[in-house]
Every structure is written in C-alpha cells, then in structure tokens.
C-alpha cells in the first residue's frame, strides 16, 4: 500500500502537478485567494523551462538556459501577485548581417526612426520597403492592443474577437490565409521578407503558406505581447521570475513540495486524487481541484484518456559565454548594438523556404537559419563581478527549421553536424571566427552548449521536444474550448500548462485562467 508524505494536509482545495511558471501563477492566485495548495514538482527545483542556471563548471555566469525572453507575461500578473520582478527594453530591436556584390553589410531596425529609415534605404535603395514596414507593424500594434487584454478574460468567440479588432483586413491576413501572402505582398526584399517571416516559425516547424495556419499562430503570439508586441530581458535571467512567483505562492501559504513526481489522477469530476512517487516511497493526496502544468499528452497519461497526437519540435537552443564580442565584418554598426537586438542569420525569405524543404525532406539544413541575442549587455547581473568586469558577453542562439525527426537516428551526431554548420554561418559575417572569442569552463572547454528537441524532451519532458507542448490555437473558443480555454474532460481537472488554449511563451497566461475557472471568476 502508499504511504503518505509528510504533507500539511490530506486533502487540499488544488493540487498543481509541475512547479514551472504556469504552475507557479495558479498556486499563488489559489492561496492568495485563501485556498489550501499543493505543488507537486518533479525535478529538484521549481521553475520548469523557465530557470537560470550555471552550466558551465566553475564559470559564475546564471544563463536562461531554456526560456530567455519575457513578450506575453501581462503586467496584471506581476502587479496582481506583487512580485518582485523587472524587465529591461532592448536598445536595438533587430540587425541582420548580410553580403550583397561581395559586400558586408545588414539591416538594423532600432536606434531611432531616421536611422532605421537610412538603413532600409541603404539596404534596399529606396523608402519604400521602410513605409511598409512601418505601416505592417502600425497594423500589427493596432491588433496587439485589442487582442492582448484579452488574455486573460473568458475566451471570445471568434466572431466577438473579430469584432474587437476591428480591422476585416488584419483579420484576414493573421486569421484566414497563410501569413505568406501577407509578407510577400507588402514587402518585396528578401531579406525583409526573412525578418518579418522569423516570428512566425519560433519552434514551429512551418512554411510561409503552409494551409493550416500553424505559422500564423506562430506569428501572432509573437506580435501582441503587451499589447506592443515587445520582447523584453528578465532583469536577473529568466529564474528570477520563478524564483518571484515560488516565493509569492509560499507567501501566501501555498505548499511546495519538489522531488515528487505524479503519477496518476483519479476523479469522479467532484474529487480527486493524486498519486505521486519519490525517491523512495510514493503516495496518495486528495483535491477537489487539480491543475496540471503539463503537457497535453502528460495529463492524457495520469488521467488514463485516450492520447492526443504526438507533438513535435522544431528548434536548437545554444548557450554561450565569450571573452569578448566578436567583430563584424559590416564595420557600420558596434557589434554591442548588433548583438543587443536579435542578430537573424540565414534568415532570408528564400534562406528560410530553402531550410524548412531540405528538413521536410528529412535533411539538416545546408545553411540552418537562427537568431542571436546577447543578455549581458541589457543586463549584466547574470554575470559574476570578475567577469563583468573583464568583459565577458553571454550569446543565447535559437535556431529554425530543425525537427526533432531530425534527430532521432543519432542525436549526438546529428546535435553536432547542425551546430557547427550554424556557427559557420555565423562566422561568414563575422571579422574573426566565433571560437576565438569562446571563454573556457574550469576543465578547458569551451563555454558553448546545444538542445536538440530530443535534449529538450529528455530534460524537461517536453512531448517531441515542442516549446509549446502541442501546435499554438488562436485565442478564441471553438467547439472544444471551455469557458477559459484550460478545462478538460473532468470537471474538476484543468491543464494550466504551455498546451491550454492562449498557451506558450513565458506568460503564466494558462495559470491565471486556471486559476479562475477554479474561483469561478
């Protein structure tokens, strides 16, 4: 028979499986709201994906070393729970290196309006891609600001959304045909092309015009964070948010308790029970409520239902820590302002089609596509004194088009040939090779690691290694959607993870909504 651990109680209000973020939001809203909780984490910490850590031995550098930027996380949250948490604005939103006739040169997209306006013009030889760009995005703020409060309300049916917006033509380009034709009939220069397609294809594996929308979804959940679609840096790495929202919940007397996984859910959809096992010994705890920050296809396996599809994911995550920035071959712009923005590489319209034909056909891409930020250089608190001091840099590098199907032949291999193609890609726009400026770990080597979706899956439990642990819905009801878009097939089980609808992204949007299903808001 199970035996009990030595828990506060027997029964509780809510039970939360999984201490991430999401987990973290619906704990502190229970208790604050006077309900007895229990957090079940697996792992020996809280925070899921979003953690800082130390990854390279006797180096005192905190990385985000999944989750690394904060978009959809509303203000509401934060002010709500009254966490101790603060983002900083990127100086510069994007630069992207390019080499036209045998020429270095990029695009940068920050710095101020005239010199965003000179470098498209430089790039492009007119004004004409810049007005586009500027009217694009006017649109995309214009949708931001109507669709983003309503994160966190019941879900609108799609017809009140529509109505919010506002806009029959912004409707259609982001909900009704494939962002492709968008893109490419308001913009006419590859390379811009790239840059605006990027949002659409973070870990989802997609074309430009692929007819099931998924790139759309993609796209929107990228362009409406806080209403102004930026993407901002957790001031102390993306652990400082669950390390806030860990302390908030126990503040307010929620139980958290990690190195206990569960392993099965019974309801009668009025109560509820949770058996859970540790190191050694497991047990039984009852709930009216459980709240499941897993994925979809976890919460099918402790519930005994039928499994969804497999989920799938699609990206590389690299860590690094250099002595120094490199220099670029584009010597118009300071490697600080290039790096402190998003750095696309590959990521040409025609660069991005090419990759995702190659992975579709079961190839690495020849040129893998992905994007580059530097941490450190918005806020430097992640590094030790002595390194800041020395210089040293941080380099967070998310790669495109790489399916996990990719990699499970040989992971290894595979994890290896796709990084150092990408880093050569890198280094065909820098002015010295990016393993030169490589700072080494206490044993010598250097400071750089990679996450293949299968790492991910392995690590974090991730299905298929998927960010969002299933294809992104829009944020609307449909016919299988509940009031808030977390409910499930029992009443008395919500899924509060990245999988519920307006899930994905560091947002603790799926934990709030659970959390007021279960107050009945």
């Known amino acids: 028979m199970p035996v009990r651990t030595a ?6 209000d809510a039970v939360i499986v999984g201490g991430g973020h999401n987990g973290l939001v619906a704990a502190a809203y229970l208790a604050r709201a006077g309900k007895s909780v229990l957090v079940l984490e697996r792992l020996d910490r809280t925070g899921g994906a979003a953690v800082s850590t130390r990854p390279f031995a006797g180096v005192d550098a905190r990385l985000s070393r999944y989750s690394y930027l904060v978009s959809l996380l509303p203000r509401k949250i934060v002010d709500d729970l009254a966490l101790d948490f603060a983002v900083r604005k990127r100086t510069v939103s994007s630069y992207t290196p390019t080499l036209r006739n045998g020429r270095p040169g990029g695009l940068l997209v920050g710095g101020g309006e005239e010199r965003t306006a000179a470098s498209f013009r430089q790039l492009t030889g007119s004004d004409a891609e810049f007005t586009a760009w500027q009217a694009f995005y006017a649109t995309m703020r214009e949708v931001a600001g109507r669709v983003f409060p309503t994160l966190t309300e019941p879900l609108p049916s799609a017809a009140a959304l529509r109505e919010r917006i506002g806009d029959d033509a912004a409707w259609r380009m982001l909900f009704e045909e494939p962002i492709g034709v968008a893109v490419e009939d308001r913009f006419t220069d590859d390379l811009v092309r790239g840059v605006v397609l990027t949002d659409a294809l973070i870990g989802t594996f997609a074309d430009a015009h692929d007819p099931s929308l998924v790139q759309n979804r993609c796209f929107l959940y990228h362009v409406i964070g806080q209403g102004t679609g930026d993407w901002d840096v957790p001031v102390g790495g993306m652990g400082a948010l ?22 099965a859910i019974r309801t009668d959809g009025t109560e509820a029970e949770v058996d859970y096992a540790t190191a050694d010994t497991s047990g039984t705890v009852a709930a009216r409520h459980v709240l499941v920050n897993a994925s979809p296809r976890a919460l099918a396996e402790l519930t005994g239902d039928p499994l969804p599809e497999p989920a799938e994911g699609a990206q590389l995550k690299v ?21 402190a923005g998003t750095f696309h590489i590959a990521e040409g319209y025609g660069e991005l089609a090419t990759a995702h034909a190659e992975a579709a056909r079961g190839e690495l891409p020849g040129a893998p596509p992905s994007e580059i930020y530097c941490h450190s250089l918005t806020d ?33 291999k595979a994890r290896e040939t796709l990084l150092s193609a990408t880093l050569a890609q890198l280094d065909a ?24 979706p299968l790492d991910l899956e392995r690590d974090l439990r991730l299905p298929g290694g998927n960010i969002f642990h299933r294809p992104l819905a829009f944020p609307y009801a449909d016919g299988a959607t509940g009031r808030w878009g977390v409910e499930t097939e029992h009443a008395n089980v919500l899924l509060c993870g990245a999988g519920a609808v307006r899930g994905g992204g560091v947002s603790g949007i799926p934990g709030h909504n659970a959390a007021m299903a279960v107050l009945g808001r």
């Open 429 to 452: 726009h820098l002015a010295e090779p990016l393993a030169d400026c490589l700072a080494r770990d206490a044993d010598g080597r250097p400071c750089i690691e990679a996450k293949t």
């Open 319 to 339: 860590n690094m820590l250099l002595k120094r920035l490199p220099r670029l071959r584009d010597t118009a712009v300071d490697p600080r302002e290039a790096f």
């Open 242 to 263: 669950t390390d806030a929202l860990a302390g908030a919940a126990r503040a307010a007397d929620a139980e958290i308790v990690t190195g206990h996984e569960a392993t």
């Open 7 to 12: 828990f506060a109680r027997e029964s509780y």
């Open 380 to 412: 430097p608190t992640i590094l030790g004194p002595e390194l800041a001091r020395e210089g040293y840099q941080t380099l967070t590098l998310f790669g495109l088009h790489t399916p996990a199907r990719l990699f499970a032949e040989d992971n290894d």
